[in-house]
């Protein structure tokens, strides 16, 4: 379960593989601990196509990086240079892998009931930032050392204060919808990010058969503005519904879509700006 977690955030992740059967089916039913958990983080994976997509393109058109030292993106914090359990993901996740088991092989007996225990794990904030809880919401300020609890199906993910991150609907494969978008907002700082999107399937792109959208967040005002669509490719749709999520402690969280709603837009690729009050 904590190498699924951690395949979840490498550029590439299959949930199955050869020698040994790892088909979901393999580790019990649903409703079932380890069936459940496993289900979530794929789940998981599929709705982070829209970023995940994006970075990807950032790496092709910018010579960026997927997975990230934390030296990269905080050069000046000193507690950052050396720590090599921690990473960031895209420019948005700082990903805290669980790495040590939660028993040992002398109990191997125990029931399963026992993985639910929670297992804390510690992990430090990167200075110079604020970082959003992505499973509670609640909002810590970097520089400091801090426990996370990390029962089996949780793996500690801290999102950058200012983020913009883009989750698609639930799917069952990669290519079978992507509308409507949940477009999380994560308050504290000013934001930017560029949506990617091409026909997937091809190396159009390369012909610059693609297109992008950038999203720009103005913390103080609360305001978001969705920028003109620039370019296209065939078969690309006219029109994007944005549900727009402030996160909080009450909103936005996890792998469910949220609750709450802050703004419903469809989008037709033309520039637009909306106020979250």
């Known amino acids: 379960m904590r190498w699924l977690q951690f395949g979840t955030f490498c550029p590439m992740m299959r949930s199955h593989g050869t020698d040994a059967p790892r088909e979901i089916y393999q580790f019990g039913d649903k409703g079932s601990w380890a069936y459940d958990a496993i289900e979530k983080y794929i789940n998981l994976r599929y709705r982070l ?20 030292a934390l030296m990269m993106d905080f050069p000046n914090d000193n507690k950052a240079l050396d720590i090599n359990d921690e990473y960031m993901f895209g420019k948005s996740i700082l990903v805290c892998p669980v790495t040590e088991a939660m028993y040992t092989k ?10 639910s225990e929670i297992k804390s794990r510690k992990l430090y904030l990167p200075n110079g930032t604020k970082w959003v809880d992505f ?16 029962p089996i199906d949780i793996i500690p993910l801290y999102v950058k ?70 370019g296209s490719y065939p078969g690309m749709k006219k029109q994007l519904q944005f549900n727009i999520v402030l996160v909080g402690t ?28």
């Open 49 to 68: 196509l829209p970023y995940t997509y994006s970075v990807s393109w950032d790496v092709t058109a910018n010579g960026s990086s997927m997975m990230r």
């Open 106 to 115: 002398k109990e191997e007996s125990l029931p399963p009931a026992n993985f």
């Open 135 to 150: 499973w509670t919401g609640e909002t810590f300020s970097g520089g400091q050392y801090i426990d996370k609890a990390a």
């Open 161 to 230: 204060a200012g983020s913009i991150l883009p989750l698609g609907p639930f799917v069952q494969f990669a290519n079978e919808k992507q509308d409507p978008l949940e477009i999380r907002i994560y308050p504290g700082a000013d934001g930017t990010f560029v949506l990617y999107d091409d026909e997937k399937d091809n190396y159009n792109y390369e012909k610059g058969m693609f297109a992008t959208i950038k999203f720009n967040w103005e913390d103080k005002t609360k305001t978001l503005t969705i920028e003109k669509r620039e």
């Open 250 to 277: 009450n909103q936005g969280l996890g792998i469910e879509n949220s609750n709450t709603i802050d703004k419903s837009i469809k989008y037709k690729g033309q520039k637009l700006s909306v106020t979250i009050n």
